[in-house]
């Protein structure tokens, strides 16, 4: 395959330093830049015109890692993005795949599968580690697994924001917001709050925030 330009976008030094190192000894890949945060990746992005980013999802200050991917992907002719990232929560692979990632790999994987997967998501083709793969698919299967919605409204509730606050954040009605956590009370087979996100937490659909 033609050599394929990749950027490098995580918020460590050594990280980057470690990534460029490995791929340098890889054929048909060439590292052209890094960014360590959200806005610099967006900015380089545009200005260097890599095939492929290498994004991670938390990036300190600053926007993260699925905002800048949505940036990205908004660029007149965008490179593709391929999020390499420690965090497998069902809430991180949703948000990153609905903004427009053609692949969600986890750091903790074989060089070789980030080769396969870089060799792929530069095809356009879908790359996921095979434990993302299945907790994608476990999630189709199961009957009470909860939508995307409720699990946006999870991560609010993890953050400790009010029904009022949550309707605001989400745009929807208080009536709503209500009556999604009685169907995630009942899915999550708990009856407060609290409960509903250590449960979700222990289930790795959401992440408590850093």
């Known amino acids: 395959m033609n050599t394929v ?4 976008v995580d918020d460590h030094t050594v990280v980057r330093a470690g990534l460029r190192a490995l791929l340098g000894s890889e054929p048909g890949v060439e590292v052209v830049a890094e960014a360590s945060n959200g806005e610099d990746a967006v900015r380089q992005a545009g200005l260097v015109r890599p095939d492929l980013v290498l994004m991670d999802l938390q990036l300190g ?3 993260d890692g699925v905002e800048a991917t949505r940036r990205i992907l908004e660029l007149p002719e965008p490179p593709r993005v391929l999020v ?11 948000r990153a795949i609905e903004v427009g990632a ?4 986890l750091k903790a994987g074989p060089p070789d599968e980030l080769f396969r997967g870089i060799e792929t998501a530069a095809r356009g083709e879908t790359a996921l580690s095979p ?8 999630r189709m ?7 995307t919605r409720e699990i946006e409204i999870l991560e609010l509730l993890a953050k400790g924001l009010s029904n009022r606050q949550i309707a605001k954040d989400l745009f ?6 209500k009556t999604h956590l009685v ?5 999550l087979g708990v009856e407060t709050r609290t409960g509903a996100v250590a449960a979700a937490v222990e289930r790795r659909l959401i992440r408590m925030s850093d």
């Open 5 to 8: 330009k990749l950027m490098i």
């Open 61 to 63: 200050e600053g926007i």
């Open 84 to 94: 390499l990232t420690t965090y497998d929560s069902d809430a991180d692979i949703a």
């Open 102 to 105: 053609v692949g969600y790999l």
């Open 131 to 138: 434990r993302v793969a299945s907790r994608l698919m476990n």
């Open 141 to 147: 299967r199961e009957p009470t697994a909860l939508s």
């Open 172 to 177: 929807i009605s208080e009536a709503t917001v």
């Open 183 to 187: 169907h995630i009370f009942g899915k």
